[in-house]
């Protein structure tokens, strides 16, 4: 291995774990998550090895992100291609229920892909709403009314999970 190639080694090494867990943030499963990683890296490491890169850390993070948009957008037209052929049918999977213990996570995962972005990198990974900005490539006011709606969202949607708040008035 040469150099660059040793320096790109050490950075997967060294990233791989925080960029797999921000990934499962955003989708909701591991293995896509890895997928996910892995296919970020791939697709960073030509810019990296031509010394195109500046900030590796903001690049991955962004490749990431961009990887699990398009997973998604990929898993909505494979689904809307199937329901078409034939009517979609649900399996429960014993790794996806729940007791209360993953409610948050579950609530995140409810959320529209550009909040729960936001979500995840302000509260899973405490950046800052300026730091947010500049990796999803929108304007700070952005962040800021997606953090607003979100955290609405989860507020009113955990009440109205939670049957011990059920019927209880705020004020």
């Known amino acids: 291995m040469n150099a660059t190639a040793d320096a790109f080694a050490e950075v ?3 990233r791989q774990a925080s960029l ?8 909701g499963d591991w ?28 690049y991955l993070r962004r490749a990431v992100l961009n990887e699990v948009a398009s997973w998604h957008r990929w898993r909505f037209r494979e689904r809307a291609r199937l329901s078409r052929v034939r009517p979609l049918t649900t399996v429960d999977d014993p790794g996806e229920r729940s007791d209360g213990d ?46 607003h709606r979100a955290m609405r969202a989860l507020r009113e949607a955990g009440l109205a999970a939670d049957p011990d708040t059920a019927g209880v008035d705020d004020g």
């Not at 090895?49 to 903001?58: A, H, K, M, V």
């Not at 999803?136 to 006011?141: D, E, K, R």
């Open 31 to 58: 293995a896509t998550a890895e997928d996910c990683v892995a296919t970020a890296f791939a697709r960073v490491w030509p810019a990296w090895s031509r010394g195109r890169i500046l900030d590796l850390d903001s």
């Open 12 to 14: 997967v090494n060294a």
């Open 102 to 147: 993953d409610l948050v996570r579950r609530l995140v995962l409810s959320l529209p892909l550009p909040q729960r972005q936001v979500v995840v990198l302000r509260y899973l990974e405490d950046r800052s709403e300026a730091d947010i900005a500049d990796l999803l490539g929108v304007a700070a006011g952005t962040v800021k009314s997606r953090l």
């Open 20 to 27: 797999v867990r921000l990934a499962h943030a955003l989708c």
